[in-house]
T-cell receptor
Framework: AQRVTQPEKLLSVFKGAPVELKCNYS??????LFWYVQYSRQRLQLLLR??SRESIKGFTADLNKGETSFHLKKPFAQEEDSAMYYC??????????FGTGTLLAVQP | DTEVTQTPKHLVMGMTNKKSLKCEQH?????MYWYKQKAKKPPELMFV???????INESVPSRFSPECPNSSLLNLHLHALQPEDSALYLC?????????????FGQGTRLTVV
C-alpha cells in the first residue's frame, strides 16, 4: 500500500529562520516523490520532484530510502513562502497520493 | 499551452439534478485524474485514466461517473449527489514517461450540493 505521512499540520517560523517540512512514505516498490505547494487562492503546483534533485525558490529535498523520508528544506524562510505544502508519492499505474499537508506560516 | 482548464469554476446543484464537470488539457498528457478536496484537507484521489482507459477507481460511489472522450478531455458526470459531496473537485494530468510524471492541476470546480 502507498502511504505518505506529514507529521506537522502547522509549522510557524520567523523570516530568515531555517525550515524543514517532514515527509515519510511507505511503498514497497520504487516511488517517485514530489513536493507540491498551494498558495492562497492559487492552484496546486509542483515545487520539487526527487528525480531531478533541483533547488526551486531555495527549497531542496533529498530522498532517503533508508529512512523512507523526503524532507523539504530551506535555509532562510521568506514571508512569501507561507503556503500549504503537500508531499506526494506516485507509485505504479499512475496512482498519485498526497500527505495530509503542512501549513507553513512565516512571521515577519 | 501548459494549463489544465476546468469548467465551470462554481456549481450549485440540487440532490436530484444531473450535471457534469469538464476538464481539458492540450499538453499531450496521457494520464488524467480526478481528485476531491474538502476544506483544509489534502486532495483525495478518485479516478485515474491512462491512455483514455479507466485504470484506477478508488471505490468512488456510482453517483460519480467519469468519462474520457479523447486524450484531451475528461468529464465527471454527477447524479443524485448528497450534501456531503460538496467540495472542490480537481482535475490533473501528467505524462507517462519516467522522470516527467509530475501532475499539472486545474483551478478546480467548487461544487455545492443543496
Amino acid at each position: 500500500a502507498q502511504r505518505v505521512t506529514q507529521p506537522e499540520k502547522l509549522l510557524s517560523v520567523f523570516k530568515g529562520a531555517p525550515v524543514e517540512l517532514k515527509c515519510n512514505y511507505s511503498y514497497s516498490g520504487s516511488p517517485e516523490l514530489f513536493w507540491y505547494v498551494q498558495y492562497s487562492r492559487q492552484r496546486l503546483q509542483l515545487l520539487l520532484r526527487h528525480i531531478s534533485r533541483e533547488s526551486i525558490k531555495g527549497f531542496t529535498a533529498d530522498l532517503n530510502k533508508g529512512e523512507t523520508s523526503f524532507h523539504l528544506k530551506k535555509p532562510f524562510a521568506q514571508e512569501e513562502d507561507s503556503a500549504m505544502y503537500y508531499c506526494a508519492l506516485r507509485g505504479a499505474t499512475n496512482k498519485l497520493i498526497f500527505g495530509t499537508g503542512t501549513l507553513l506560516a512565516v512571521q515577519p | 499551452d501548459t494549463e489544465v482548464t476546468q469548467t465551470p469554476k462554481h456549481l450549485v446543484m440540487g440532490m436530484t439534478n444531473k450535471k457534469s464537470l469538464k476538464c481539458e488539457q492540450h499538453m499531450g498528457h496521457r494520464a488524467m485524474y480526478w481528485y476531491k478536496q474538502k476544506a483544509k484537507k489534502p486532495p483525495e484521489l478518485m479516478f485515474v485514466y491512462s491512455y483514455e482507459k479507466l485504470s484506477i477507481n478508488e471505490s468512488v460511489p456510482s453517483r460519480f461517473s467519469p468519462e474520457c472522450p479523447n486524450s484531451s478531455l475528461l468529464n465527471l458526470h454527477l447524479h443524485a449527489l448528497q450534501p456531503e459531496d460538496s467540495a472542490l473537485y480537481l482535475c490533473a494530468s501528467s505524462q507517462d514517461r519516467t522522470g516527467y510524471t509530475e501532475a499539472f492541476f486545474g483551478q478546480g470546480t467548487r461544487l455545492t450540493v443543496v
